[in-house]
């Protein structure tokens, strides 16, 4: 253990990153950037083409924060999973989906767990970072890098360390986000918070794995169970003939004891839709049910729908069929100001419109293409679209690179899921 830690702390430990998407990416920049000879090991052969390139396909990462360090040698990228054996420290960064029954797919920790302990030798620290389950580390990675003899605490150091992540957010970035690390054994522990304090401002230990897996599970359960509350709240408030916007800006004044979630067409992204579900299947397997996990999600689940009823009748008030209609959507990225799609409400918007035989396009100036749940779609112009005529818009992701008012001027009729028409006053406006 002494020789990791000296090698550690001079920064002669060789770092190898498994899976550089969103989190991984972020992460080897940071590890080059405090002075570690960095890799990044990942499957997908055009990301490690792009990283050796020194050119980042995250928009949280500048390429300036890659190039000085690609062309220095220290940081650079493989699909080769022999350099594990040259790693002193693993870092897994892979996807953790749900499969087809919302139960959690292990496949991509389990095959990155099986390629470390093809390659493992003694010395060395592994930490998982994908978010998981309760009990993954203990449970999963832990059983298979020990059956060679090797000894957690002693030969091999195994820790949990939860990403915390906000693609777009300007402020909290990797370095000054606090960051949690749960070892399997004190040692474990003491070896990742040797590793991260090279990286990461503030350290938070808690005592085992389990905690630290736990932690990124409640941050992300209480975010779903917020907006389902919040979603609920909305549908409630216009019903009750109160602006719902108006009411959490109110409410948000309150100096203690509450914190604003807004309404929109639904979650996305590969956290909040899918953590929750981690948390309350590992619960089930102990014989209890999750009730605020399943209803938060059912309430979220169904706010596509409710856009879709909203448009449709927005429509009729116009005397018009959704059938034939032509439907522009604003926005198809889960979120303002990033590329990715992935959960995105707006998928389920534009299939269900589809389905109902809507002529339907969209603009997002980061999402120039959609290949995603069978939706097989090109981005177009804003402007061109609605001076050629559209029915309706449906602004579905308040980017901030929308011309709004050149939009509340043009659109004949326009739904908006996230208030960001709040300063227009319009009889075309429909809001949430
Ligand atoms: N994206 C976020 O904002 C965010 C935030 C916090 C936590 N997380 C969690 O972090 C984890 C990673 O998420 P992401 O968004 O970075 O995913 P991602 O899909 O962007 O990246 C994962 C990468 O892992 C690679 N990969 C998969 N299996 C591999 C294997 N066996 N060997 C080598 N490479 C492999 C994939 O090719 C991909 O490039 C997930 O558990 C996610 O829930 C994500």
Redesign the pocket.
């Known amino acids: 253990m002494s020789d990791l830690l000296a090698k550690i702390s001079s920064k002669q430990a060789h770092v190898v990153v498994?899976?550089?998407?969103?989190?991984?990416?972020p992460l080897v920049a940071e590890f080059a950037k405090a002075g570690f000879r960095t890799t990044g090991?990942?499957?997908?052969p055009e990301?490690v083409r792009l990283l050796n390139a020194g050119e980042s396909y995250?928009a949280d990462v500048p390429t300036s924060d890659l190039v000085p360090h690609v062309k220095s040698g220290r940081l650079d990228a493989t699909?080769d999973?022999a350099v594990l054996s040259k790693a002193d420290a693993v870092v897994v960064?892979?996807?953790?989906?749900l499969n087809k029954t919302k139960d959690p797919d292990m496949?991509?920790?389990v095959?990155?767990t099986?390629?470390i302990a093809e390659h493992q030798h003694p010395g060395m620290l592994v930490v998982l970072?994908?978010?998981?389950y309760p009990g993954t580390t203990t449970e999963v990675v832990v059983p298979k890098l020990t059956e060679k003899g090797l000894v957690v605490g002693k030969d091999i150091f195994v820790a949990f360390s939860?990403?915390?992540?906000?693609?777009g957010n300007l402020v909290y970035k990797t370095r000054n986000t606090p960051k949690v690390v749960g070892g399997s054994t004190p040692r474990c522990l003491e070896v990742v918070q040797a590793l991260y304090s090279q990286i990461i401002d503030k350290l938070v230990p808690v005592g085992s794995p389990e905690a630290a897996e736990m932690v990124?599970l409640l941050e992300?359960t209480f975010r779903a169970v917020n907006i389902g509350l919040v979603n609920e709240v909305a549908i409630m408030s216009r019903k009750l003939g109160i602006d719902p916007f108006e009411v959490i800006r109110a409410a948000a004044s309150k100096p203690f004891g509450f914190m604003p979630f807004y309404p929109g067409p639904g979650l996305g992204?590969?956290?909040i839709p899918?953590?929750p579900f981690y948390l309350g299947w590992k619960a089930k397997m102990h014989g209890f049910e999750p009730r605020f996990i399943e209803l938060a999600g059912q309430v979220n689940e169904s706010m596509p729908k409710f856009v879709v009823d909203k448009v449709t009748d927005a429509l009729n008030d116009d005397s018009k069929a959704v059938r034939g209609a032509r439907i522009h959507l604003l926005g198809m990225a889960y979120k303002r100001d990033v590329n990715?799609v992935?959960e995105s409400p707006a998928l389920h918007v534009a299939k269900m419109l589809i389905d109902k035989g809507a002529l339907v396009t969209y603009s997002d100036p980061f999402v120039p293409e959609i290949h995603e749940e069978g939706l097989e779609m090109k981005g177009v112009g804003v402007r061109e679209t609605l001076e050629a005529g559209t029915d309706c818009v449906v602004l579905l992701t308040d980017h901030a690179g929308f011309n709004y008012s050149e939009i509340v001027h043009l659109a004949p009729l326009i739904v908006d899921t996230r208030n960001a028409l709040r300063d227009f006053i319009g009889g075309n406006i429909v809001r949430l």
């Not at 498994?18 to 990416?25: A, E, S, T």
């Not at 970072?129 to 998981?132: A, F, K, L, V, W």
């Open positions: 498994i899976g550089i998407g969103y989190v991984g990416l090991l990942d499957n997908d990301k995250i699909t999973r960064c892979v996807p953790t989906p496949r991509f920790i095959s990155a099986e390629a970072e994908s978010t998981t939860p990403e915390r992540v906000d693609p990124k992300n992204g590969h956290c899918i953590d990715d992935r």
